[in-house]
């Protein structure tokens, strides 16, 4: 991989930008000398956290907003370079629970940023995070950027959906627009204190309170995973190349591992000790069986590729949560 480009003189927006993935993008895209902007509501059924900001908080513009709401949107997208978009109602369970606020945030919410940028700012770099799991059950393996979409849960179905609108504006309005979709991923600032935000931060946060970590089944699923680190490089990559236009990419490790070996590998690098257990109904309703994911055309498009692997990934996250442990299951 290409040393990370310079993001020098870049007026970058990063919605969700207090949560997970946003928020290492706002500590990396500093780093790279951008100027940057956080546009969040901190939503308490998500990741948003603002500890996730400690140490930077001087050095970056905070507008507390919903992306629901147009005017604040517009406002924030005037006279930026790149936007990410990080901000996204990431529950699959709740999802289907509420299915409506799951439309209102993730298909309504993406609107809003497209259209507020097609009037106010349509030269900006728009970055959509997408979801792996909008492939829903493999059909072929390993699944690649051509593989058909039919995603078994409301959220994955939506995001599906937002990624959509986010071509349509890029192929019909000739804007700048692409989209990078994500699996598991895992690292510091991640949401560790539910189950509902996926399986492996939350396997990390149980970890590291010495707790069961309960694999349903088996657990021989397969699973693509990717450290936040190496996820965000991707995302920074896709932001800088003019070929990434109109394109989507799967940013996903090497490799694939088992959710029981997931849980076996926090067990071992932070804690816990592994239980397996019969699967709940409401989640064996909306399991997609395994899942193989190709990396290769974001290898080549992007000049990208993976750093980090599943233990020094780990170790790296429990160094990380383990002196402010407090601060993110308070
Ligand atoms: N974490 C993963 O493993 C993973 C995998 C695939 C895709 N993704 C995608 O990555 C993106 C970020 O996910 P994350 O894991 O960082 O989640 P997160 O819950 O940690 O962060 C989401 C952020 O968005 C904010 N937000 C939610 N609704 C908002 C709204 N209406 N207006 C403004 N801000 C709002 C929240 O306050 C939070 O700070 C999402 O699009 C998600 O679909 C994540």
């Given at each position: 991989m290409d040393l990370m480009p310079s993001l020098k003189g870049q007026r970058v927006l990063i919605t969700g930008g207090l949560g997970f993935i946003g928020s290492n993008l706002v500590h990396k895209c500093l780093e790279l000398g951008a100027e940057v902007t956080i546009y969040d509501c901190l939503d308490p059924r998500s990741g948003g956290n603002m500890y996730n900001v400690q140490g930077i908080k001087n050095?970056?513009?905070?507008?507390?907003?919903?992306?629901?709401?147009?005017?604040?949107?517009?406002?924030?997208?005037?006279?930026?370079?790149?936007?990410?978009?990080?901000?996204?109602?990431?529950?699959?369970?709740?999802?289907?629970?509420?299915?409506?606020i799951d439309i209102d945030v993730n298909c309504k919410g993406v609107i809003n940023i497209l259209e507020a940028a097609r009037r106010f700012n349509p030269h900006i770099k728009?970055?959509?995070?997408?979801?792996?799991?909008?492939?829903?059950?493999?059909?072929?393996?390993?699944?690649?950027?051509?593989?058909?979409?039919?995603?078994?849960?409301?959220?994955?179905?939506?995001?599906?959906a937002s990624e959509k609108y986010v071509l349509i504006y890029g192929s019909a309005y000739r804007m700048r627009t692409t989209v990078v979709r994500?699996?598991?991923?895992?690292?510091?600032?991640?949401?560790?204190?539910?189950?509902?935000?996926?399986?492996?931060?939350?396997?990390?946060?149980?970890g590291l309170r010495g707790k069961d970590l309960t694999?349903?089944?088996?657990?021989?699923?397969?699973?693509?995973?990717?450290?936040?680190?190496?996820?965000?490089?991707?995302?920074?990559?896709?932001?800088?190349?003019?070929?990434?236009?109109?394109?989507?990419?799967?940013?996903?490790?090497?490799?694939?591992?088992?959710?029981?070996?997931?849980?076996?590998?926090?067990?071992?690098?932070?804690?816990?000790?592994?239980?397996?257990?019969?699967w709940p109904k409401d989640r064996e309703m909306i399991e997609i069986g395994h899942a193989v994911i190709s990396n290769k055309k974001t290898?080549?498009?992007?000049?990208?590729?993976?750093?980090?692997?599943?233990?020094?990934?780990?170790?790296?996250t429990k160094d990380y949560f383990a002196p402010c442990l407090g601060q993110y299951l308070g």
């Open positions: 050095s970056v513009g905070i507008i507390l907003n919903d992306i629901r709401n147009f005017e604040g949107v517009c406002a924030a997208i005037l006279n930026k370079d790149v936007l990410f978009n990080c901000a996204a109602y990431t529950s699959h369970p709740n999802s289907m629970k509420e299915p409506l728009i970055v959509q995070v997408g979801t792996t799991t909008q492939i829903g059950r493999m059909q072929f393996s390993p699944i690649d950027e051509t593989h058909p979409e039919f995603p078994v849960d409301i959220y994955s179905a939506n995001k599906s994500l699996a598991n991923v895992f690292g510091p600032r991640s949401n560790i204190r539910s189950a509902d935000f996926g399986f492996m931060n939350y396997f990390v946060g149980i694999v349903y089944g088996d657990g021989a699923q397969l699973r693509n995973i990717n450290y936040v680190e190496d996820a965000i490089a991707a995302l920074i990559l896709a932001s800088q190349a003019d070929k990434s236009d109109g394109e989507v990419f799967f940013a996903v490790a090497d490799k694939e591992y088992a959710v029981s070996e997931i849980a076996e590998a926090i067990s071992r690098n932070i804690g816990g000790r592994v239980r397996y257990v019969e290898k080549a498009v992007l000049n990208w590729a993976p750093q980090t692997d599943l233990t020094a990934g780990l170790i790296k």
